[in-house]
């Protein structure tokens, strides 16, 4: 078993891409300077997001193994390249660091600030339950709409999950709105992507095959246009101390998604699930521009 073939199972590129927003989570709630134990609990974090989203990953494939056989046969499983067994070790392993790193973060937590960090704990416990349900039982990968909002739900705990380092998110009404923004941006992706891959979908049951193409895609319109609302939100509301003039800051967010209308009606889903995905890009970044010049 290859390093590089095992680097490749979990899929790399995917985490890289949603570990800055445990950072951004941790920096809305906490702009100020961190101490030593502040950064040191946001990167225990960012270790066990890193630990989840592997282990999920690998579970993926590894309950896709036939599916894949047909769909992706050079991903490392169904190529031979990394062994079942193998696979199921490296889920073991990443389970236990994303685990043991929460653990490690709580008991900081705890010393710092005499509680324990339950709103973390029922994050990470949250998404656990989420990744079952939707790997093994009852699937909800296979059952359309409800999968899509399963792994929404999961983005947006991420940010949530690096809040929790420094906050009990009570009074973090900003920190909701940004992981409202990435849930439901996301959601409106995964369902143009289910449009994107209907013909490689075989053996799957998603949303654009319940419904069909047209139906799907307006769906996922209006969800992209919530997503836009609560980008916009705490500019209205104050939220964080902002002001409306900061609003300027989330204009190519609200642009990319306002517009998303023409490749959907186009049928482009490729084009439109990565416009959204850019789109929520912008809105995270947007946030964090508002909450350094606030």
């Known amino acids: 078993m290859a390093l590089g073939h095992s680097l490749k199972l979990v899929r790399p590129k995917n985490i890289a891409m949603a570990l800055p927003t445990v950072v951004l989570g941790a920096y809305i709630v906490q702009p100020q300077q961190w101490s030593i134990i502040d950064a040191g ?16 990953n690998i579970l993926n494939d590894l309950v896709d193994f036939e599916t894949d056989k047909v769909n992706h046969p050079d991903r490392p499983l169904p190529a031979g390249q990394v062994s079942i067994n193998s696979a199921k070790k490296i889920v073991a392993a990443a389970t236990f660091i994303s685990f043991f790193s929460m653990l490690l973060c709580s008991i900081l937590f705890y010393r ?13 416990l949250a998404a656990c339950i989420l990744m079952i349900t939707y790997e093994l039982g009852p699937t909800t990968k296979n059952q359309g709409l409800k999968g899509n909002i399963s792994i929404s739900v999961m983005v947006g705990l991420v940010i949530l999950y690096g809040a929790s380092a420094l906050s009990d998110l009570y009074n973090s009404p900003l920190v909701l709105a940004a992981a409202a923004t990435a849930a439901l941006a996301n959601l409106a992706r995964e369902i143009l992507k289910d449009c994107q891959d209907i013909e490689g979908d075989v053996g ?13 895609r307006m769906i996922a319109y209006p969800i992209a246009l919530a997503a836009m609302v609560f ?8 939220w964080g101390g902002f002001g409306l003039e900061l609003l300027i800051i989330q204009i190519p967010a609200i642009l990319l998604l306002v517009t998303l209308n023409n490749p959907i009606s186009k049928g482009e889903d490729r084009k439109a699930q990565k416009q959204v995905r850019l789109a929520m890009l912008a809105g995270l970044l947007g946030f964090a521009i508002s909450v350094l010049l606030t």
Do not use: E
């Not at 609990?41 to 999920?56: D, P, R, W």
């Not at 710092?112 to 990470?124: C, E, F, G, V, Y």
């Open 204 to 216: 799957r049951n998603t949303l654009p095959m319940q419904v069909g193409l047209g139906k799907a």
């Open 231 to 238: 980008a916009a939100l705490p500019y209205y509301l104050g």
């Open 41 to 56: 609990m946001v990167c225990l974090n960012v270790l066990s997001v890193t630990g989840f989203m592997a282990a999920g």
């Open 112 to 124: 710092q600030s005499s509680t324990l960090p339950l709103i973390s704990m029922a994050i990470w």
